[in-house]
Nanobody, 120 residues
């Protein structure tokens, strides 16, 4: 069994910062891409940022220059540093990982989600 456990969400005032963490555990052969998605009330889930096993990153235009995604392959972990937060960043943030339990099979896993609220 594989689990993704997230932490670091909460409430912050506009302009503030938060750091999200996500660690994978269980039967893991290797991990391909990892990343973060978010879903605001009444909206579809959207990509925030992804990072490959080699460190290549991709960001949504709305967070470029404010958010930074990173990972620690030894810990099977991915992080999201969020700076200059805006009210429109308020959402449930989900960790995602493409995990291989063997050399040929890859499965897309999701964390349980962590709430980020940006308001004054």
């Amino acid at each position: 069994q594989v689990q993704l456990v997230e932490s670091g969400g909460g409430w912050v005032q506009p302009g503030g910062s938060l750091r999200l963490s996500c660690a994978a555990s269980g039967s893991i052969f290797s991990i391909d891409a990892m990343g973060w998605y978010r879903q605001a009330p009444g909206k579809q889930r959207e990509l925030v940022a992804t990072i490959t096993s080699g460190g290549s990153t991709n960001y949504a235009d709305s967070v470029k220059g404010r958010f930074t995604v990173s990972r620690d392959n030894a810990k099977s972990a991915v992080y999201l540093q969020m700076n200059s937060l805006k009210p429109e960043d308020t959402a449930v943030y989900f960790c995602n990982a493409q995990i291989r339990s063997g050399p040929k099979s890859v499965i897309n896993f999701w964390g349980q989600g962590t709430q980020v609220t940006v308001s004054s």
